[in-house]
T-cell receptor, first 115, second 116 residues
Framework: KAGVTQTPRYLIKTRGQQVTLSCSPI?????VSWYQQTPGQGLQFLFE???????NKGNFPGRFSGRQFSNSRSEMNVSTLELGDSALYLC??????????????FGPGTRLTVT | AQKITQTQPGMFVQEKEAVTLDCTYD???????LFWYKQPSSGEMIFLIY??????QNATEGRYSLNFQKARKSANLVISASQLGDSAMYFC?????????????FGTGTRLTIIP
């Protein structure tokens, strides 16, 4: 079974620009979560999508948004990029069945550099 | 609020020795899951092992085992017979079951270096 895929793997953007990152979950997984990893703040939860709806959101400004498509693929968008948005963005997928806790499987990440 | 604490920023271990990575947690939710992930320098987070709060037995997965002490709120990862390929960052994470929340809260991680 194929794992979680993320594109692109590396990205360099300029301050003020916007960026879209893509994530394809493991086949059959309907939940996609996004995380930001930086040396200073560590791993922080951005948001989770399930059945095309945002279910949970972390403490990030509105510049960070996302969506999920009917095939469970998800995109994350960051508008008006700031230097502090430079990070590794990780996507994770899970089964997400009610009443059970399932592990999340992560993709290889997208490393975003803002200059 | 849920919290994960990993007090060992870095560890050096001789190859073939066993190693214990510490993790303590704090939550008021009676139902939760504890997870360990490995992150090599490539960046990908690799799932290692899972322990549910109601599981009676400690979880094991090959060379990995989780020493779960619920009363002490600790969930230490034990790697037996360490290998050079075990050198990586290791993260402990927790997820509360209430409200169908998929959010994982991570600790700050432990950088493990295996010495030949």
């Amino acid at each position: 079974k194929a794992g979680v895929t993320q594109t692109p793997r590396y990205l360099i953007k300029t301050r003020g620009q916007q960026v879209t990152l893509s994530c394809s979950p493991i086949s059959g997984h309907r939940s996609v979560s996004w995380y930001q990893q930086t040396p200073g703040q560590g791993l922080q939860f951005l948001f989770e999508y399930f059945s095309e709806t945002q279910r949970n959101k972390g403490n990030f400004p509105g510049r960070f948004s996302g969506r999920q498509f009917s095939n469970s693929r998800s995109e994350m968008n960051v508008s008006t990029l700031e230097l502090g948005d430079s990070a590794l963005y990780l996507c994770a997928s899970s089964l997400r069945l009610a009443g059970a806790l399932y592990e999340q499987y992560f993709g290889p990440g997208t490393r975003l550099t803002v200059t | 609020a849920q919290k994960i604490t990993q007090t060992q920023p870095g560890m050096f271990v001789q190859e073939k020795e066993a190693v214990t990575l510490d993790c303590t947690y704090d939550t008021s939710d009676p139902s939760y899951g504890l997870f360990w992930y490995k992150q090599p320098s490539s960046g990908e987070m690799i799932f290692l092992i899972y322990q549910g709060s109601y599981d009676q037995q400690n979880a094991t997965e090959g060379r990995y085992s989780l020493n779960f002490q619920k009363a002490r709120k600790s969930a230490n990862l034990v790697i037996s017979a360490s290998q050079l390929g075990d050198s990586a960052m290791y993260f402990c994470a927790m997820r509360e079951a209430n409200f169908g929340n998929e959010k994982l809260t991570f600790g700050t991680g432990t950088r493990l270096t295996i010495i030949p």
